[in-house]
């Protein structure tokens, strides 16, 4: 599971196999090899980053974190909803927090152990905690776990740049595209940030 998503012999694998790769190499270079430390604090951030821009989940976390001594589930449980609205945290997102960190004090999750498992496996303990869906699962796959072969069919910039560059249009159409590129999904998904994020000189996920 512990693999580089970004590598050369993927990616020239992954040319071979769909063109818009190379299109998008050719035009603004490889993409980045984003990733994040396994754990409670990047799982915390995706969760922010549900249905905001990134700039505001950003400014959301600091918030959080200025706020606690340490970004701890025991200390997010301490926290009263007054707290967390004066953190910019919605209630809803509050609600996802705290049922995180509960599952893990309640020993239900031990995000430590997840990289070890198989990906359906680590796909059903995040899922079944509340907040915590198919994008967000999959976006700790990729950037925290780097698991090579994961679409995120939910993630807008990914979906809206499929668009852009292919004749797919439906969410089947799209998921059908995405089949071509196994075994290298996560790789595909980085061109296609990439290549989303350079069109708007943006430089980050």
Wanted: glycine fraction near 4%; charge should be positive; hydrophobic fraction near 40%.
């Amino acid at each position: 599971m512990n693999l580089n998503i970004v590598n050369q012999k993927d990616i020239e694998l992954l040319i071979q196999i769909d063109e818009r790769f190379a299109f998008i190499r050719d035009l603004y270079g490889l993409p980045p090899n984003w990733n994040r430390p396994p754990g409670f604090i990047s799982l915390s951030k995706i969760i922010l980053e549900q249905q905001v821009s990134l700039a505001s989940a950003r400014a959301h976390f600091v918030k959080l974190d200025s706020f606690l001594t340490d970004f701890t589930p025991a200390n997010i449980l301490r926290l009263s909803d007054e707290e967390m609205r004066r953190c910019q945290i919605s209630r809803q997102k509050a609600k996802y927090l705290r049922a995180l960190s509960k599952t893990i004090i309640d020993g239900d999750i031990d995000l430590d152990r997840l990289k070890g498992l198989p990906e359906v496996e680590i796909r059903k303990q995040l899922t079944k905690i509340k907040g915590i869906g198919d994008w967000t699962a999959d976006i700790y796959l990729m950037f925290c776990l780097q698991a090579k072969d994961i679409f995120p069919i939910g993630d807008i910039a990914v979906v809206n740049t499929v668009r852009e560059l292919s004749d797919a249009n439906m969410s089947d159409e799209i998921i059908f595209l995405s089949d071509k590129w196994r075994p290298f999904r996560s790789l595909a998904a980085y061109f296609l940030w990439h290549y989303y994020l350079r069109r708007r000189n943006r430089t980050s996920v």
